[in-house]
C-alpha cells in the first residue's frame, strides 16, 4: 500500500515536471518566433525604405564624408521614428542659399550627430528651436541657424567643412558642438567605423593636414551609421540577443551573471578607447594638444571672415545622471582616478585660454534628468527632444550677445566663459 502511494507520487510529480518542462518549452519557442518576425519586420521595412532614396552620406576625398543632397532617411528604432531630410546644398533643415539676404544674421552650427539632430524630427532639432527663440520679437529677427552637422564628425573635419563650405555662407556666429570622443577621433586616421579619414599633425604648434586626398572605400564612408540596424542571434537565439542589448548598460552585474551562464555574450570589462580621456591615459595628452590647436585655428579662420566662435559643450549622459555613471563605472570597472568631470574641466581651460566663450549644458541637462524629465534616450546616447531644446535654451543667450542683439542695442559680445 505504501509503496503504491509513493510510486503514484513520483509518477504525479514526474507529469508535473514533464508539463512544466514543456510549459517553459512552449514559452521560450514563442518568445523565440516573436523575437524573430518583430526584427524581420523591422529590417523589411528599413530596407524598403533605405531602398527607395539616394544613400544618406556620400565619399568626398577631404571630409570622408559628408550628407547626400537631396537624401532622406527614415530611422527607426525601439524609442523614436524619426525622418532626416538633407537640403539641396548638403546640410539638414530647410533650404538656404550660400548668398545671405540683406538684413539677416545668420548662426552656423558645426558638430556630430548630436548637432545633425540624431535623433528627432527637424522640428525638434536644437538648430529649429534656436531659430525660433531668436526670431522671437525684434532684437535678433530675422535669423537664420543653418545645420552644419554631419554624423561622426570629429573636431579637425568640423573645422575642414568650414574652411570648405561653412564659411561660403557668411554666418554672423559659429556654434561648434563638443562631443567628449571628439578627443580620441581628433588624434585617430579612422572614424567611428573604421573609414579613413583625415588628421592633423601638430608641427611647431600649427596643424598639418595629413591623409588626404582620401582612397574611396568600397562603399560610402560613413554609412555604417545609417545602415539597417541589424541584430545577430546569440547562440542561434534572438530572443538571447534581445536579452543581452536590454541588460549591457542597464544592469551590468545582471549581464555579468547571464553572461557566466552563457545566456549573453562575454563583455569587455576593459574601458572603450574613446573612454580613455576620463582616465589616467597618457594618450591624453596628445589628445588635448592636437585639439587645442584644431580649435585655435578654427577660431582664428572665423575671426578672419568677420565672426565669431561659440563653443557648446555636449555632456555625455553618463555626465549628468548619477545613476547612468554608475552603471558605467561597474560596467568597465573605472577605479577612483576616472572622473566624469575631466573633460568639460579642460576644454573649459582652453577655451578661456583662446577667450571663445564657452556654453556648459552638464547643470541644465543634470538638472532636467535629475527631475524626471530625461533629455536623453534611455538606450540610445543621444538627445531627445527636451534635450536638444534644453540645449538651444542654455545656447540662445550667448549667441544673442554674438551677434548683438541682446535686447538694448548695445554690444554686449565678450571673451568671458560661460558656465
Known amino acids: 500500500?505504501?509503496?503504491?502511494?509513493?510510486?503514484?507520487?513520483?509518477?504525479?510529480?514526474?507529469?508535473?515536471?514533464?508539463?512544466?518542462?514543456?510549459?517553459?518549452?512552449?514559452?521560450?519557442?514563442?518568445?523565440?518566433?516573436?523575437?524573430?518576425?518583430?526584427?524581420?519586420?523591422?529590417?523589411?521595412?528599413?530596407?524598403?525604405?533605405?531602398?527607395?532614396?539616394?544613400?544618406?552620406?556620400?565619399?568626398?576625398?577631404?571630409?570622408?564624408?559628408?550628407?547626400?543632397?537631396?537624401?532622406?532617411?527614415?530611422?527607426?528604432?525601439?524609442?523614436?521614428?524619426?525622418?532626416?531630410?538633407?537640403?539641396?546644398?548638403?546640410?539638414?533643415?530647410?533650404?538656404?542659399?550660400?548668398?545671405?539676404?540683406t538684413g539677416v544674421r545668420r548662426i552656423l552650427l558645426l558638430g556630430d550627430s548630436f548637432a545633425a539632430g540624431y535623433y528627432v524630427n527637424e522640428d525638434d532639432t536644437l538648430r529649429a528651436v534656436l531659430e525660433r527663440r531668436l526670431n522671437d520679437g525684434d532684437s535678433c529677427a530675422p535669423a537664420e541657424v543653418l545645420n552644419g552637422g554631419t554624423i561622426a564628425y570629429s573636431t579637425d573635419q568640423e573645422l575642414l567643412f568650414y574652411e570648405l563650405e561653412g564659411r561660403r555662407y557668411r554666418p554672423d556666429a559659429v556654434v561648434l558642438m563638443f562631443y567628449y570622443n571628439d578627443l580620441y577621433y581628433n588624434a585617430s586616421s579612422s572614424g567611428p567605423g573604421g573609414e579613413s579619414k583625415p588628421f592633423f599633425e601638430i608641427l611647431s604648434g600649427e596643424?598639418?593636414?595629413?591623409?588626404?586626398?582620401?582612397?574611396?572605400?568600397?562603399?560610402?564612408?560613413g554609412q555604417q551609421s545609417c545602415e539597417v540596424e541589424r541584430r545577430q542571434p546569440w547562440r542561434g537565439s534572438m530572443a538571447?540577443?534581445?536579452?543581452?542589448?536590454?541588460?549591457?548598460?542597464?544592469?551590468?552585474?545582471?549581464?555579468?551573471?547571464?553572461?557566466?551562464w552563457?545566456?549573453?555574450?562575454?563583455?569587455?570589462?576593459?574601458?572603450?578607447?574613446?573612454?580613455?580621456?576620463?582616465?589616467?591615459?597618457?594618450?591624453?595628452?596628445?589628445m588635448w594638444h592636437t585639439t587645442k590647436n584644431i580649435l585655435a585655428r578654427l577660431k582664428a579662420e572665423i575671426a578672419a571672415d568677420g565672426s565669431r566662435l561659440i563653443v557648446l559643450y555636449v555632456p555625455a549622459r553618463f555626465e549628468v545622471n548619477d545613476e547612468v555613471w554608475d552603471l558605467t563605472r561597474r560596467r568597465y570597472r573605472l577605479g577612483s582616478r576616472w572622473r566624469r568631470t575631466s573633460v568639460v574641466y579642460r576644454l573649459r581651460g582652453i577655451c578661456s585660454t583662446l577667450g571663445v566663450p564657452l556654453v556648459d549644458t552638464s547643470e541644465t541637462m543634470r538638472e532636467s534628468e535629475a527631475a524626471g524629465h530625461p533629455a536623453y534616450y534611455s538606450r540610445d546616447v543621444h538627445w531627445n527632444a527636451e534635450g536638444n531644446r534644453l540645449a538651444a535654451l542654455a545656447l540662445e543667450s550667448s549667441v544673442r550677445k554674438a551677434l548683438d542683439c541682446a535686447g538694448d542695442g548695445s554690444p554686449t559680445w565678450g571673451n568671458e566663459a560661460e558656465s
Open 1 to 101: 500500500m505504501l509503496i503504491s502511494l509513493i510510486v503514484r507520487r513520483i509518477r504525479g510529480c514526474l507529469a508535473n515536471a514533464f508539463v512544466t518542462v514543456c510549459s517553459l518549452l512552449l514559452l521560450a519557442l514563442c518568445l523565440e518566433i516573436t523575437a524573430r518576425v518583430a526584427e524581420d519586420l523591422r529590417e523589411r521595412g528599413e530596407q524598403r525604405q533605405m531602398s527607395d532614396s539616394l544613400p544618406f552620406s556620400r565619399f568626398h576625398p577631404t571630409l570622408g564624408w559628408e550628407k547626400t543632397p537631396g537624401s532622406e532617411r527614415r530611422i527607426r528604432r525601439d524609442e523614436f521614428d524619426i525622418v532626416i531630410r538633407v537640403n539641396s546644398l548638403g546640410l539638414r533643415g530647410p533650404e538656404r542659399d550660400h548668398a545671405k539676404p
Open 207 to 221: 596643424p598639418v593636414l595629413r591623409n588626404v586626398p582620401l582612397p574611396e572605400p568600397s562603399r560610402p564612408a
Open 240 to 260: 538571447l540577443r534581445w536579452l543581452a542589448n536590454r541588460t549591457i548598460d542597464s544592469s551590468p552585474r545582471l549581464y555579468r551573471r547571464l553572461s557566466r
Open 262 to 286: 552563457g545566456l549573453v555574450p562575454r563583455a569587455s570589462s576593459s574601458p572603450p578607447s574613446e573612454l580613455w580621456v576620463y582616465g589616467p591615459s597618457r594618450k591624453n595628452v596628445d
